[in-house]
């Protein structure tokens, strides 16, 4: 075993070289390999290359990507971002623990066929709770459907349908087009199936119809989503479609051109309307003519600039990215546009970066071109690490050639010519997505030598992050690339004078960049008429929570969250209270429901306690408690935090003690004036800005939700969400059914059919499964005993 | 070169200087843990922090380079409350004692712990100077001391207290055995003299301070024999008369002068003692107000009032302790008082009665099963040791060596050099005020011939993983992990003999604390 682990080892030297700064992407071959680090290979490693021992265990034990152990069969990764977390996902852990039986202070179950883990964003907000096993992701989870999920895994684990490989049916007298979505979220929900099946039913009923895969469609809480496009009709669309309903939508729209084959189908239709009567129920149907629908009112209000042409762009497609503009702006540039004139263009659009900070993005460039270097440096900032945030990984899973452009472009204006995509490795199909379009761009010399036949060259390579949402600071991120722990560097230098290599190095995020062909298409003007004073342009938010329609969204600058919340993501389900929105993630705020006017621009974020952030945008109802939120923000910064000053380190930490205290209603009044000082001290002396923005998800829910705080303090949650200041009790409604005592994992309800069912306090484990599963809502939380 | 001002006083510095560089050149005290010159400054503890006027924000002063129009404060509240917080956040992180439990019970801060080492290799003598450094009388207490020392010693937690009374009776029947005692280098004579009322534990723990620091002293005492309470009052515990002469004839021989069956009166006090001697100090035992008059001082409710940490009375030049001050119930607070009176004293005859120096101690609660097994890693096993000759009589030598093994040393190997103790002391810091968290269990790494290693003292500011990695140490230290759980540890879990093959002393010398130590420990100050 252990020499073949080193003949392995060896290749993978071979391969990917043996400096300092191929550390990271040989353990993540390695890990690729065996599933984990095997001890034998880090030691084969260091002694074969120069790279250290405490080089090698210092990156491998920073980047959370990386195992020491060895995982069972299968690996169950449990998303625990944000919108995942209010929507329960930790139950959802837990009741997977339980159902494999698996330890404490364990990860795998005895017959080590699943390993389970917590990750930090699996990017799909908009069907949380989500799991995924392997390569299968499971959304809308209950605690009570774990045991079935594990089981349908088992039992289809082989015949997972892949959308590697795409297909395309198409053809010179296609009758119509359907397009259907393959972004994450998407395949998440059942693309791949539906894709399947659609596949199936057109060969079977011999129509011609083109099948377009599309990347994301926004639209993420109604996926899968088939959109049917045919001349002379106006498109429908389907949501939330089914493999199994495919085929009726086929037959709906099309006729096979053959006579015999219309009338078998016509056949089949009247069969089976005869016995469905016209499209079936689940499926929802709309068109785009008609207002008023959710898929028109969520369309409606956007502004589609790093989105342009969102819903039928195939991402791989250079031939139609062209046809619809595509690597002009590029052309634009070569040819005669001087390095200067770009760089009046980006000032002119006042575009602020849109990683969070906002910084000028033309400045930042123009710092770059005006640094004296004989090499510089591009890097497009792929890294989202923002639990709750997912507009990167869309944009680069669905315009891979739209941000390739930018940072082409960007490359050209500051004389760069070697370019990074930064990618966290959590994004596989946008890795996938960025490493195939850069070959196809190489392929037509949109990268490489003399770029279209002028004199400029870049080269481009990816680099797959590793896991530590710290990276996505840009010093961290160059520390990374270099192959180093993600240590942010203190700022002067900054990047632009000193980064990668110590070379002026320029980063920007991947939605900056995606804003860049068309600012140069259409100039800097037009892009600073859209947003507000000092936000222009639109920005693309993730909409997800307790919202109708959540998605992805890209809107201009300015407008309120009223707006976005009631008119295109539909307001709250299920007749709940709109009670707040977290904006801004890990670094953000919360921004109560009473300030739902307030717009959404750089300025007026930061007045309120909240950040732009990356785009990330969580909507909280009634029952979400906003001191479990702010723990909630608080228990991952402390995680991700590098660990290297004493406020980031330490403070977080001692931030977060003093929540968990106020959570399990042990706090004192007196606690909330020491967390809020506190806050402040971490705010003012971190060195980064993961460290100086942590407090801001305390400072914000302090301010507006200080009663909530107050509440716990006197023994009592709100929501009831905070376990341990709950009780589970059962009302007189209670019809005696036995459901919640027959699927009680503690046994803590005795099944006595037709009487009145009693939880048993001392025995129960507060998994939440009875008051879910009773049919008559008579399970209802109550203040616990303290 | 840049100008620049600080604290209003204006700079030029070469560009490339630091913020602390250009602040220290100009005499102003940036303090700094993590940085270390010639060491990459990766800003950690952030202690150095600074204020830019102009845009309000703090930053840490050891990274950051000087800019034309920088206005910083290294004065403002705002510095001083984040330097004094990033301490307390890191003292809140911090498992280990700067002092044994067993010291800080001692009234008289008795180094016990070393002199348990001491007595453990066999230097009887060595051990007695460390125990006379703070207590005059050991052979007496050693009889009669209730042991507050071993009430908290962390070795209850394993077995028995280690026999801490007995050792230190031991270094001084062993000194008394002796053809000559040991008495501490005088300083040089002063030409003063002190007046000493009552040959109390306190007044006779006075005389030998004072001694010490040359000055001459008369002890007055109305009863025909010196010794005090300890001669004249019902004792819980038996003194042999012996054990008393003895060391109160030590005094005498290191220079005290005795007048005994002399009862003060005003007069007397006025005319032979006031004018004719340069300081008195007061220790006849518990006062009554006429007493009072005869000294011409204010009485407090418990005894006579003094200042607090001084003992200064009412009169100028007039100092008072132990019992004629508050009853007290140990000989061994009494000692403790009259050799913090015997300092105050000198101070005023030197013209300064200092302020005591700040003090700062760590302490953590009880050990934990695991941490019990770290700490016996360097004691022996084996029950407390009673004297096979009876408690009176005391240990053997072999006796002794064997308890004082089971010593567990608990204080820190660098009380006196550890920087995180050093600024905790000067900033006043509240070392529990965030302490709601879990603290973490502390380990200690032996491995190494030279070195201990404990990581819950790291404040991770990396200097030893500079360090060896600079020196290409082949397995040398890393950092693992990070967040909270952040640790400097050696690769491949190989032990820290394969670390630090030749920079040990250098990340023991560039440890701020006493993370990083020697095994001997250092002497402290």
């Known amino acids: 075993m252990d020499n073949e682990i080193i003949k392995t080892v060896d290749e993978i030297i071979a391969e990917y070289g043996s400096a300092n700064d191929a550390a990271i992407p040989i353990l993540q071959a390695i890990q690729g390999k065996f599933n984990y680090l095997p001890e034998v290979a880090l030691k084969h490693l260091a002694e074969t290359t120069g790279i250290s021992p405490a080089a090698i265990y210092g990156i491998s034990t920073f980047y959370s990507q990386f195992r020491h152990q060895p995982i069972g069969k299968h690996l169950i990764k449990v998303c625990v971002g944000t919108a995942c977390h209010v929507k329960g996902a930790v139950q959802v852990y837990d009741a997977f623990k339980r159902e494999l039986k698996i330890g404490e202070s364990e990860d795998t179950d005895t017959d080590r066929l699943f390993t389970i883990e917590k990750v930090a964003c699996l990017g799909c907000c908009t069907i949380a709770p989500v799991v995924q096993i392997d390569g299968v992701t499971y959304g809308h989870l209950t605690t009570d459907k774990a045991g079935e999920t594990i089981r349908d895994f088992l039992l289809n684990q082989d015949s997972v349908p892949s959308v590697n490989n795409e297909f395309i049916l198409s053809d010179s007298a296609s009758q119509g087009e359907i397009r259907l979505g393959l972004g994450s979220c998407c395949v998440a929900s059942g693309s791949a199936e539906v894709k399947l099946a659609l596949e199936k039913s057109i060969k079977k009923s011999k129509i011609n119809v083109s099948v377009k895969h599309v990347g994301c469609v926004g639209i993420c809480n109604q996926v899968p989503m088939l959109e049917v496009h045919k001349p002379g009709e106006s498109p429908s669309f389907y949501t939330k479609i089914k493999a199994e309903e495919v085929g009726e939508v086929i037959r709906k729209h099309f006729q096979p051109s053959n006579p015999v084959y219309r009338f078998r189908n016509n056949l089949y239709n009247f069969l089976e309307n005869y016995v469905i009567d016209g499209i079936p129920k689940s499926l929802r149907r709309y068109s785009s003519e008609k207002r008023d629908t959710p898929v028109s009112e969520f369309l409606d209000g956007q502004l589609n600039i790093a989105t342009e042409y969102r819903g039928f762009l195939k991402p791989t497609d250079l031939a139609e990215y062209k046809n619809y503009g595509g690597f002009s702006a590029l052309q634009q540039c070569l040819s005669g546009k001087s390095q200067q004139e770009i760089i009046g263009q980006v000032i002119q659009s006042g575009l602020r970066g849109r990683g969070g900070a906002g910084f000028p993005t033309g400045i930042k460039w123009q710092r770059v071109k005006d640094s004296v270097s004989d090499e510089k440096f591009v890097i497009c900032n792929g890294d989202e690490g923002d639990p709750g945030a997912f507009m990167d990984r869309m944009l680069l899973e669905s315009y891979p050639f739209r941000v390739i452009e930018g940072l082409i472009i960007a490359a050209f204006a500051v004389g760069a010519t070697k370019g990074i995509f930064y990618i966290r490795a959590e994004y596989p199909l946008a890795v996938k997505r960025i490493r195939e379009a850069i070959k196809i761009c190489e392929d037509a010399s949109l990268l490489g030598e003399n770029i279209l036949g002028s004199d400029f060259s870049f080269n481009v390579r990816l680099f797959e992050g590793a896991g530590a949402f710290v990276c996505g600071e840009e010093t961290a991120l160059i520390a990374s690339v270099e192959g180093k722990r993600g240590l942010p560097q203190l700022r002067p230098p900054y990047p632009s004078e000193k980064g990668l290599w110590d070379k002026p190095t320029l980063i920007n995020n991947t939605e900056t960049l995606a804003t860049i062909p068309w600012i140069i298409r259409k100039g800097g003007e037009a892009f600073g008429k859209i947003g507000t004073d000092n936000s222009k342009g639109t920005k693309v938010f993730a909409l997800a929570g307790k919202i109708n329609r959540g998605g992805l969204i890209e809107v201009p600058m300015g407008i309120t969250i009223r707006k976005i919340i009631e008119d295109i993501g539909g307001g709250i389900p299920d007749g709940k209270k709109f009670k707040a929105v977290q904006i801004g993630g890990p670094s953000g705020g919360c921004i109560p429901a009473l300030m739902a006017d307030t717009p959404i621009d750089f300025g007026s974020l930061a007045e309120v306690g909240a950040m732009m952030g990356s785009g990330g945008l969580i909507v909280l109802d009634e029952t979400d408690c906003m001191v479990d939120i702010a723990r909630y923000f608080l228990s991952f910064t402390q995680d991700q935090s590098c660990g290297r000053c004493t406020f980031c380190r330490i403070g977080t930490r001692r931030m977060l003690d003093i929540l968990n205290k106020i959570c399990s209603g042990k706090g004192k009044i007196e606690d909330l004036e020491s967390l809020e000082k506190l806050a402040i001290s971490v705010n003012k002396g971190s060195m980064c800005g993961l460290g100086k923005t942590a407090p801001n998800p305390v400072l914000s829910t302090l301010k507006y939700f200080r009663h909530e705080y107050e509440a716990h303090i006197n023994g009592h949650c709100p929501t009831g969400k905070c376990k341990d200041l709950v009780s589970y009790e059962i009302t007189n409604d209670c019809i005696g059914c036995t459901k919640c005592a027959q699927r009680c994992p503690s046994g803590a309800i005795a099944l006595n059919p037709y009487e009145l069912h009693v939880v048993e306090m001392d025995k129960c484990i507060k998994c939440d499964i009875c008051r879910q599963i009773c049919p008559v809502d008579a399970v209802i939380l109550g203040q616990a005993k303290c | ?525």
């Open chain 2, 1 to 525: 070169m840049v100008e620049i001002k600080i604290d209003g006083i204006t700079l030029k510095v070469p560009h490339e200087t630091t913020v602390m560089q250009a602040a220290r050149s100009a005499g102003f005290e940036i303090p700094s843990m993590c940085y270390k010159n010639g060491h990459q400054n990766h800003p950690s503890c952030m202690i150095c922090l600074v204020k830019d006027l102009k845009s309000g924000n703090l930053f840490p002063s050891c990274a950051m380079r000087v800019s034309g129009n920088m206005e910083i404060s290294t004065v403002d509240e705002d510095v001083i409350n984040s330097r004094k917080d990033a301490l307390e956040l890191l003292m809140s992180d911090h498992v280990g004692d700067c002092e044994a439990p067993c010291r800080m019970a001692c009234p008289a801060f008795m180094d016990i712990p070393l002199m348990n080492r001491l007595i453990a290799g066999g230097d009887f003598a060595k051990a007695l100077e460390i125990v006379k450094q703070e207590i005059a009388l050991p052979f007496i207490l050693g009889y009669i001391c209730p042991a507050p020392c071993e009430k908290v010693c962390r070795r209850t937690q394993v077995d028995e207290a280690v026999s801490i009374c007995q050792l230190k009776k031991f270094t001084a029947a062993k000194d008394a055995g002796n053809e000559t005692s040991f008495f501490p280098t005088k300083n040089k004579k002063t030409g003063k003299r002190v007046a000493i009322i009552g040959t109390g534990p306190a007044g006779l723990s006075c005389a030998f301070y004072l001694l010490r620091q040359g000055h001459e002293c008369v002890l007055f005492d109305k009863n025909e024999k010196a010794g005090g309470t300890l001669r004249y009052s019902a004792l819980d515990k038996e003194l042999p008369e012996s054990v008393l002469d003895h060391e109160i004839g030590l005094i005498q021989n290191y220079g005290a002068e005795f007048r005994l069956k002399y009862p003060i009166t005003k007069e007397f006090f006025e005319q032979e003692i006031i004018p004719k001697f340069d300081a008195v100090v007061l220790a006849t035992g518990l006062v009554n107000p006429e007493q009072a008059d005869i000294f011409g001082i204010r009485l407090s409710k418990s005894g006579i009032e003094v200042k607090p940490g001084t003992f200064e009375t009412s009169r100028k030049g007039v100092f008072s302790c132990g019992s004629s001050v508050k009853s007290l119930k140990m000989a061994v607070t009494s000692v403790a008082q009259g050799k913090a009176t015997a300092l105050s004293v000198d101070g005023f005859l030197k013209g300064t009665i200092s302020k005591p120096e700040p003090f700062f101690n760590s302490k953590f609660g009880k050990l934990q099963p695991t941490e019990v097994s770290e700490y016996l890693k360097e004691s022996s096993a084996g029950i407390r040791i009673f004297p096979f000759a009876g408690e009176s009589k005391g240990f053997s030598s072999e006796e002794a060596i064997s308890e004082a093994k089971r010593c567990l040393h608990c204080d820190c190997r660098k009380p006196a050099s550890c920087k995180l103790r050093q600024y905790s002391a000067e900033y006043e810091i509240d070392r529990r005020k965030y302490s709601s968290g879990e603290r973490k269990l502390l380990e200690k790494h032996f491995q190494h011939e030279t070195v201990v290693y404990e990581p819950e003292k790291c404040i991770k500011c990396g200097l030893c993983v500079d360090i060896t990695t600079g020196k290409k140490e082949l397995t040398g230290l890393t950092f693992i992990g990070r967040g909270f759980n952040l640790k400097i540890d050696i690769p491949f879990n190989q032990t820290l003999n394969e670390a630090l093959t030749k920079t040990a002393a250098e990340c023991v010398d560039a440890c701020p604390t006493g993370a990083l130590s020697f095994k001997i420990g250092e002497e402290k100050g």
